[in-house]
């Protein structure tokens, strides 16, 4: 599944505890993005736009940024 991005957020990371523990926990089982409860959706998206045009061929000669999309900031805000 090496082509496959899994994202994972929202209310299920809710529960009790160190943020950074959770997040450790599930990118350490395989997900590629983990955002906390109330991440903005707007940054999320930028995330995954960025991330899918850093698999488009040539990409790691050039970065996202080629493709015509800015890099996106941190999707906590």
Do not use: C, Q
């Not at 959706?41 to 850093?54: E, F, V, W």
């Amino acid at each position: 599944m090496s082509d496959v991005l899994l994202y994972l957020g929202g209310r299920y990371l809710a529960a009790k505890g160190r943020w950074d523990e959770t997040e450790a926990l599930f990118l350490a089982k395989g997900f590629d993005r983990v955002f906390p409860p109330r991440a903005n959706i707007t940054r999320i998206a930028a995330k995954l736009r960025d991330d899918i045009d850093m698999r488009r061929p040539g990409a790691h000669l050039y970065g996202a940024g080629a493709f015509g999309v800015a890099p996106a900031v941190a999707a906590y805000d």
